[in-house]
């Protein structure tokens, strides 16, 4: 079956996170962000994209410059359409969807509570320009703190339990949109299988 070229997005199962931001006066703003991807494995850097326009996340990424990007699991999905919802720069959406907001350690935009892990960022680098007269941008965020739910993080080897933690994730229809999780397969195979000698040159970063 082909399919319009546009609907690549539709067939990628796709995160659902919460990016929360501050106005310059302070706003706490929440909206789920499913467009976004960690740049490479050695660096620390995550990208989102986002419309130039309508977006006040995006206006406090730019004048802020930091957000939190928080990955909900299944129990938060009743919270996402309330935050999508087009409302004006100083609604408190945290308010508006019953959300709870959680300190961040290293910034000063609180992320949103009971989410299974949570990423402070700050910005660093914006490539905004227009696609068919659309206005967008890629966000890249400095990852600044990282933290995982206790509960669902194996510090053994760094794996985490995917069928606890239900990661909230969507996937897409001409209609909307259908909400998701992922399912662990049970099968692992090493970074250092990808290279010759069977050794991962990036090894070392892991160890503590
Ligand atoms: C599950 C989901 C994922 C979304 N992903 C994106 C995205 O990646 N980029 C984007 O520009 N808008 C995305 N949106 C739309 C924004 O969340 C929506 O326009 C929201 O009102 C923006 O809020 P803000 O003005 O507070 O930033 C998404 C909406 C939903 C429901």
């Not at 994209?49 to 009743?78: C, H, Q, W, Y």
């Not at 606890?164 to 049970?186: R, Y």
Request: charged residues 25%.
């Amino acid at each position: 079956m082909q399919i319009k070229n546009f609907k690549r997005e539709s067939i990628i199962p796709l995160p659902v996170t919460f990016i929360s931001t501050l106005s310059p006066d302070g706003v706490r703003n929440v909206a789920p962000y499913s467009c976004l991807m960690p740049i490479l494995r050695p660096f620390d850097l995550i990208c989102v994209a986002t419309a130039g326009v309508m977006r006040d996340t995006f206006d406090n990424m730019k004048t802020k410059e930091e957000f939190v990007i928080s990955l909900p699991g299944m129990d938060l999905a009743g919270s996402v359409m309330p935050t999508a919802k087009f409302v004006p720069p100083e609604v408190n959406e945290y308010e508006l969807a019953g959300l709870d907001e959680k300190s961040s350690q290293k910034i000063e935009t609180p992320g949103v509570d009971g989410c299974y892990a949570w990423m402070e960022c700050k910005l660093h680098k914006i490539i905004a320009d227009e696609y068919d007269n659309f206005p967008y941008a890629l966000v890249m965020g400095k990852v600044v703190h990282l933290e995982v739910r206790d509960d669902i993080y194996n510090v053994e080897d760094g794996s985490w339990d995917v069928e606890k933690a239900q990661p909230l994730m969507m996937t897409e229809s001409n209609q909307g949109m259908h909400f998701c999780t992922v399912k662990d397969m049970g099968w692992f195979e090493p970074y250092g299988a990808m290279f010759p000698n069977g050794k991962d040159p990036l090894a070392g970063m892991y160890e503590d």
